[in-house]
Every structure is written in structure tokens, then in C-alpha cells.
């Protein structure tokens, strides 16, 4: 059974930088896991920031591009994201999630096991 757990949520001032990470059991091989980080903020739908694959290919949505950096350390199972230059607007519930024998995208749909989350909370 796969279980993802995420910490390193909190708050911070806009502009400020936050990491967070998720530790990933319950696949006997990192290989071909694309993992990713996704978030919802109240009233709107979840959606992805990043993701990383088994391969080291990355996407990251446009909003977050060049401020955002997703990691992966397969030997301690591991992801990460470093959050730099935080905006109020990226205030959410942040979830990481894997999916297996997916490209790397952002679709909520293609990622079949997910954590509880981790709250951001950006105020300007």
C-alpha cells in the first residue's frame, strides 16, 4: 500500500520561502513513479505545481515557474519543494501525490495515491 506523507507547511510574509516535503512508502522501486505536488485553495479545485519523474523530466505550472523547485531523492524516498519569493496568491492545502507509468503531467486524474496535506498560508 502506498502512503505519502507531507510536512514543512507553515506560515510566511510574501516573498518569503518555505520547503516542503513528502516521504513516499510502499513501492518496492522508485522507478517509473512520477511524483508531484498539487494544491487547493478554499473554494477552488485542486490543482498541480509540479511534478518530477523517475527519469528527472519536470513540469511546473506557469504560476510558479522560475519561483518553485521540485526534488526527489530516491534513496531516502523522499520529495521536496522549495518554495521561493511566496506570493499571497499561493496560499493552499499542498498534497503530494505519485502515479506510476504516467508521464510528467499535472492532471489530477493520472496520480492514484495522495497524502493528507499540508497547509501554506502567505500573507502580504
Known amino acids: 500500500q502506498v502512503q505519502l506523507v507531507e510536512s514543512g507547511g507553515g506560515s510566511a510574509q510574501a516573498g518569503g520561502s518555505l520547503t516542503l516535503s513528502c516521504v513516499v512508502s510502499?513501492?518496492?522501486?522508485?522507478?517509473?513513479?512520477?511524483l508531484g505536488w498539487f494544491r487547493q485553495a478554499p473554494g477552488k479545485e485542486r490543482e498541480g505545481v509540479a511534478a518530477?519523474?523517475?527519469?528527472?523530466?519536470?513540469k511546473y505550472a506557469d504560476s510558479v515557474k522560475g519561483r518553485f523547485a521540485i526534488s526527489r531523492d530516491n534513496a531516502k524516498n523522499t520529495l521536496y519543494l522549495q518554495m521561493n519569493n511566496l506570493k499571497p496568491e499561493d496560499t493552499a492545502m499542498y498534497y503530494c501525490?505519485?502515479?506510476?507509468?504516467?508521464?510528467?503531467?499535472?492532471?489530477?486524474?493520472?496520480?492514484?495515491?495522495w497524502g493528507q496535506g499540508t497547509q501554506v498560508t502567505v500573507s502580504s
Open positions: 510502499g513501492y518496492t522501486s522508485s522507478r517509473f513513479v512520477c
Open positions: 518530477i519523474n523517475s527519469d528527472g523530466s519536470i
Open positions: 501525490a505519485a502515479g506510476r507509468y504516467i508521464a510528467t503531467v499535472l492532471e489530477t486524474y493520472e496520480y492514484t495515491s
